[in-house]
């Protein structure tokens, strides 16, 4: 709370301003690429290490975006926890319904441990939110879109391309092509869980690669050869998967691209789609 003094009419008034109190809405915490939820609307499981999305009241003021790597733990008067360990922040988005981009902490389990449950606290201007419940898995796979969370996969051809349809170009913002069966080519994901080497949150490294677990990648339903899993140089967070589209992979302008972890035990949304000729 702030007191201030205001000159009116000769008269001393204080003004006393309150600091509203950021809250995250029930199940608020959704995977950065994929806004996965669950059957009853809330957010499903994210994974150790993923780039986030938190949605809530209150949760900034000032639009603010990282603007070097690596990410800073304060961003815009903002900070997150999970299981009260700092989170890299990427954006803070201010509205009627608040949104922070950030990255959970690859050390948020237990050594050992691979799934949870931890509480998330955003801490705007020195006011703390209520903890709010996440489940926590090593990897929960979500594909990168436009737009996101339902639209086609952010999947690159040979030549620099978005394959989607050519007609797409103008909605997507992107140059935009099918892509031949056997073609290489490669897509962003968030959520596929530790590295090897580690690579801090919030980090990136041009030097090495940092391999995930291999996952699984589903064309069409159809395995697809996978030729890397790992960080994206370039992106704090998000994970690159180099990738054979299967030669009998299905056709068509709305062709299923997934990932599903390599336990098997999370699949990503059948809402991502690529174009296939």
Same mark, same amino acid.
Request: hydrophobic share 45%.
């Given at each position: ?42 957010? /499903?499981?994210?994974?150790? #290490?993923? %780039?986030?999305?938190?949605? $809530?009241?209150?949760? *900034?003021? !000032?639009? +603010?975006? @990282? ?80 737009? /996101?969370?339902?639209?086609? #996969?952010? %999947?690159?051809?040979?030549? $620099?391309?978005?394959? *989607?349809? !050519?007609? +797409?170009? @103008? ?13 290489t080519c490669f897509f962003y994901a968030a959520g ?71 336990? $098997?035990?999370?699949?990503?949304? !059948? ?7």
């Open positions: 709370m702030k007191l201030r003094n205001i000159l009116l009419l000769g008269l001393a008034v204080t003004v006393v301003t309150v600091a509203q109190t950021p809250v995250v809405v029930d199940g608020g915490v959704l995977n950065g690429a994929s806004f996965a939820k669950q059957a009853d609307g809330l957010g /499903a499981p994210v994974a150790m #290490g993923s %780039l986030v999305s938190i949605f $809530g009241t209150n949760l *900034a003021t !000032t639009l +603010a975006a @990282a603007d070097s790597v690596p990410f800073s733990t304060s961003l815009g008067g903002v900070s997150v926890s999970f299981g009260g360990k700092p989170a890299a922040m990427r954006n803070v988005i201010p509205g009627s319904l608040s949104q922070l981009n950030v990255q959970i902490p690859f050390d948020v389990l237990p050594s050992g441990q691979s799934s949870g449950t931890v509480n998330v606290v955003v801490t705007v201007n020195g006011v703390p939110s209520a903890p709010k419940p996440v489940s926590i898995l090593t990897a929960a796979p979500g594909v990168f879109s436009i737009p /996101a969370g339902a639209g086609y #996969g952010v %999947l690159i051809t040979n030549d $620099g391309k978005i394959a *989607a349809p !050519t007609s +797409a170009s @103008a909605s997507i913002g992107f140059p935009t092509r099918p892509i031949a069966r056997g073609e596929l869980g530790p590295l090897t080497p580690p690579l801090k949150e919030g980090a990136v490294d041009l030097t090495a690669l940092h391999n995930a677990v291999l996952p699984t990648v589903l064309v069409g339903g159809i395995t697809a050869p996978v030729a890397f899993a790992g960080a994206a140089p370039q992106f704090p967070g998000v994970y690159q998967l180099n990738i054979t589209i299967p030669q009998n992979a299905p056709t068509g302008d709305s062709v299923t691209l997934q990932v599903r972890s390599a336990d $098997g035990s999370v699949t990503s949304s !059948t809402s991502v789609v690529i174009a296939v000729n």
